[in-house]
């Protein structure tokens, strides 16, 4: 059980272009969901969290009109980054919360942004 | 930002060996936990310790808290090949929404 998917794994953009990530809880209800940002040979960056039709929470630095973030049901949740520039490319890593009295998050396999 | 740092950074240890990770943080905690990544992929759950626990068992996982001195340590017995991955500790701060704010890492190189 448990079980977060991310789609896609990979992708390759042009600069300029918009991406759309998603992340799914595929067997329980995510009241909560969470995006990271993870460099090579680096630990996770919290970007956002997002609780199921309400504004999603924004990490300090991390830009809310670049990095769009959309939680319109209790088993998925979007990230769309706008504009793509090469310095966006890195490993993007969503995780989910079902239970609001619980502290642990699953996540998903990730995926592998990368812009040329 | 970071508030968790783990030492060693990296560690190669032979196949049977145990692995001993440390984790360090900086303000009060609810609780800690410790991940797995395998290269290139997604995280995977340990264990979590609550700030008023000491000691907790998974298997060949021991994980310590000492709220004392802000640290946590992981220790992996008879390690395995398989067990070769980046494993990182998490905190969620008191008064969070849950969010996890996650340290820098130990690679771990078990050698068959």
């Known amino acids: 059980g448990a079980v977060v998917s991310q789609h896609p794994s990979r992708v390759i953009c042009k600069s300029g272009t918009s991406v759309k990530i998603e992340c799914r809880s595929l067997d329980f209800q995510a009241t909560t969901m969470f995006w990271y940002r993870q460099f090579p040979k680096q630990s996770l960056m919290l970007m956002a969290t997002s609780n199921e039709g309400s504004k999603a929470t924004y990490e300090q630095g991390v830009e809310k009109d670049k990095f769009l973030i959309n939680h319109a049901s209790l088993t998925l949740s979007t990230l769309t980054v706008t504009s793509a520039h090469p310095e966006d490319s890195s490993f993007y890593i969503c995780?989910?919360?079902?239970?609001?009295?619980?502290?642990?998050?699953?996540f998903g396999p990730g995926t592998r942004l990368t812009v040329t | 930002s970071q508030q968790g740092e783990e030492d060693p950074q990296a560690l190669s240890i032979q196949e049977g060996e145990n692995a001993t990770m440390n984790c360090s943080y900086k303000t009060s905690i609810n609780n800690l936990q410790w991940y797995r990544q395998n290269s290139g992929r997604g995280l995977v759950h340990l264990i979590l310790i609550r700030s008023n626990e000491r000691e907790k068992h998974s298997g060949r996982l021991r994980v310590t808290l000492d709220t004392s001195k802000k640290s946590s340590s992981l220790l992996i017995t008879a390690s395995r090949a398989a067990d070769t991955a980046s494993y990182f500790c998490a905190t969620v701060y008191g008064g969070s929404q849950g969010n996890l704010i996650f340290g820098k890492g130990t690679k771990l190189s078990v050698k068959p």
């Open positions: 995780s989910a919360r079902g239970d609001r009295g619980s502290w642990e998050q699953y």
